[in-house]
């Protein structure tokens, strides 16, 4: 099926430092999504971005709606052990179904 | 408030076997998702219902698998028979559409998953 091409697939990070990864699509999207995905459980949503060029922040989390509306980046700053995880982007045009990404697994070394 | 719960949790079973998993959604939520994410990839939407309509099953392989969401609260996912490539994490999710009043977004849910392994 169609996939999103969320890049990096993987990160290793020291906790304190912030981290970017971002989602690119061949086609436009009118809604983009972050998830966080623990081990043995289901993606909880992140932030949602409705508007090209929208940029969102909850907490040390930031993400944004590409103006092109095919991608889309997520920051979080000064990262925390709990923050490991596998990130997912999502599209979704309209009311179609949501489309993810492969996800970017991060791990935080203390 | 209760999450979405799944049942069971883990599931091993051989090949050609049938198997079911079971979703019971957020009270109140009116749309069920069924996703299937195997290793290493994101979620991939199998089915979805609103109420007990499915309304896209276009990803659903109709040959083995079939889903029923009778009443319109909890829902089933079959597989029979099972093959060694079915074997993924199967997630129910569920949301709420007010089919009146516009959303830019209605929110999905997911539940823990079925982690089905396919000997």
């Known amino acids: 099926g169609q996939q999103l091409n969320q890049s990096p697939q993987s990160m290793f990070i020291q906790e304190g430092e912030d981290v970017s990864m971002n989602c690119t699509s061949s086609?436009?999207?009118?809604?983009w999504l972050w998830y966080k995905q623990d081990p043995g459980e289901g993606p909880v949503l992140l932030i949602a971005l409705y508007k090209a060029g929208e940029l969102t922040s909850n907490g040390r989390l930031t993400a944004q709606f590409g103006i092109t509306r095919k991608d889309s980046f997520l920051n979080i700053s000064a990262s925390i052990p709990s923050d490991v995880g596998i990130y997912f982007c999502?599209?979704?045009?309209?009311?179609?179904?949501?489309?993810f990404g492969k996800g970017t697994k991060l791990t935080v070394n203390p | 408030e209760a999450g979405v719960v799944q049942s069971p949790r883990y599931k091993i079973i051989e090949k050609k076997q049938p198997v079911a998993f079971w979703c019971n959604p957020i009270?109140?939520?009116?749309?069920l998702y069924w996703y299937r994410q195997n290793l290493g990839q994101g979620p991939e939407l199998l089915i979805r219902?609103?109420?007990?309509?499915?309304?896209?099953d276009s990803q659903l392989p109709k040959d083995r698998f079939s889903a029923e969401r009778l009443k319109g609260v909890d829902s089933t996912l079959k597989i029979q028979p099972a093959e060694l490539g079915d074997s993924a994490v199967y997630l129910c999710?569920?949301?709420?559409?007010?089919?009146?009043?516009?959303?830019?977004?209605?929110?999905?849910?997911f539940g823990p998953g079925t982690r089905l392994t396919v000997l």
């Open positions: 999502a599209g979704q045009l309209g009311s179609e179904k949501l489309v």
């Open positions: 086609s436009i999207f009118n809604t």
């Open positions: 999710a569920s949301s709420y559409r007010d089919r009146v009043v516009f959303s830019k977004h209605n929110e999905q849910f």
């Open positions: 219902y609103e109420n007990e309509e499915a309304v896209d």
């Open positions: 009270s109140g939520h009116n749309t």
